[in-house]
């Protein structure tokens, strides 16, 4: 009996300026214009310090997804590495939480994108209108991804530098910014807990990692994408809580539901409210695009191995896309739109993300030479960073994500038990 042949691969169309910006599309999403209240009011100016750990934590899982993708370039980001070092439950364990979780995401950033841009009762149709256009992109191939994903994040970074300049403006030097004010007034837990809430604002750091099988030299490019992303994202995010507080203050952040479009008219630039409203649009259906695209490609490799239906594997011959992968998201993201509002009950895709990450930092840990690039120490700081940002999440949302946990698992072991019964009866 012949060997079945092996499964087409994707092609490698993407250099570094396509991943750096891939990117940066994932990380500057609705997260930077909505995280800030609840972090202040966590924090306080703690926020800062906040941020600082955020992103600590995000440069941890960061280099080590990297450094993963570098030794196993292939879609799925830590899907198979995790399979391959850590066993098959646990790789499943991180694909599943990503692909859920993120299914749940595309669907909050959908509406949330139609809420800056659709007049009222036109929000579901015009995220589902949303939704099925950029699948369309992603159908047409990478390349067409990372084209509109320039001019997207083109927009978000003109619309934060528009806040970073009225607060330069309009803002007041604060003493409560520096080393020795009142960065610790709400304490270590509300530092924490702000942390766990700016994390989500960096999510997508890796992103690039789920499509390493479209990456151009995959050992080199991708741990210079991460490192060159993150370290863009890093400034821009400083220098908008910066403007932030030296306008509004903590207690106007934390009181504020658009805090960015409340800084501008407070600094007396009231007319480039619509111009940062715009921006907050443009993050919204960047991170949409990015999702689309990472979920596919980690929907296709699971589907390889069987945790998905196999179907799902399939790619397209000419544009050489995952096709019935990311059609599928596109609809079943369409009809999770339809059924109701997620921006309020996602909490679990928080907790996947970060148990996806905790996964990263275990696999990578087991790296050797000559695939190991950075120390264990870094895999060692993320695992205790991820763990700890777990334990601040609301409660709620970990028992909704220890619920869709234990939904896969009892989906995989029904699975796996029907396959050992129809082998035994060959």
């Known amino acids: 009996m012949s060997a079945s042949p092996p499964p087409p691969e994707l092609a490698r169309r993407l250099g ?30 703690g926020l800062l310090l ?22 196993y370039p292939t879609s799925g980001g830590t899907y198979v590495p995790a399979r391959e070092r850590l066993g098959e439950w646990t790789g499943f364990l991180a694909g599943w939480g990503f692909v859920v979780g993120k299914t749940a995401s595309c669907a909050a950033m959908a509406l949330t994108f139609a ?14 209108a949303a939704v099925l256009a950029l699948t369309a992109v992603d159908l047409a191939g990478i390349t067409r991804t990372a084209r509109l994903t320039r001019w997207l994040v083109a927009g978000v970074l003109a619309s934060l530098l528009v806040v970073v300049l009225a607060g330069l403006a309009g803002g007041t030097a604060r003493s409560d910014l520096v ?51 993150l370290g863009i994202v890093l400034v821009v995010y400083l220098l908008v809580a910066l403007s932030l507080l030296s306008v509004l203050g903590p207690d106007g952040i934390a009181r504020s539901t658009e805090p960015l ?20 649009a443009a993050a ?5 695009l990015a999702l689309v695209a990472g979920v596919g490609r980690t929907t296709l490799a699971m589907a390889r191995t069987g945790d998905l239906p196999r179907w799902l594997a399939t790619v397209h011959p000419a544009r050489q896309v995952p096709h019935a992968a990311v059609a599928t998201l596109g609809l079943v993201v369409s009809v999770v739109v339809l ?44 695992v205790l960073g991820c763990t700890a940002l777990v334990l601040t999440l609301p409660w709620q949302s970990v028992l909704g994500g220890a619920a869709v946990y234990a939904v896969g698992v009892v989906l995989r072991w029904l699975r796996l038990r029907s396959s050992r019964r129809t082998a035994r009866g060959r």
Request: proline fraction near 6%.
């Open 179 to 229: 080393p020795g004010g009142a960065l610790l007034e709400a304490g270590w837990y509300g530092v924490l807990q702000s942390a766990g809430l700016l994390f989500f604002a960096f999510a997508g750091y890796a992103r690039v990692t789920t499509l390493a099988e479209e990456v151009r030299d995959p050992p080199r490019t991708i741990p210079r994408a991460v490192a060159t992303a």
């Open 50 to 71: 906040g941020l600082a750990i955020a992103a600590a934590v995000a440069l941890c899982n960061a280099m080590s997804s990297a450094q993963l993708a570098a030794q």
């Open 261 to 280: 479009t409340a800084a501008v008219d407070a600094a007396g630039w009231d007319a480039t409210v619509p111009v940062v409203r715009l921006g907050a």
């Open 339 to 382: 059924l109701g509002d997620l921006r309020e009950v996602i909490g679990f895709s928080s907790f996947g993300v970060l148990v996806y990450y905790l996964v990263a930092n275990l696999a990578a840990f087991t790296q050797t030479p000559p695939h190991r690039r950075t120390p264990r120490a870094l895999q060692a700081v993320g």
């Open 284 to 288: 919204a259906l960047g991170a949409l």
């Open 115 to 128: 809420t800056y841009v659709a007049p009222e009762g036109w929000v579901r149709p015009t995220a589902v």
């Open 16 to 45: 570094l300026s396509d991943a750096v910006l891939l990117g940066l599309g994932s990380m500057l999403g609705a997260g930077v214009f909505a995280a800030f209240a609840p972090a202040a009011r966590a924090a306080g100016s």
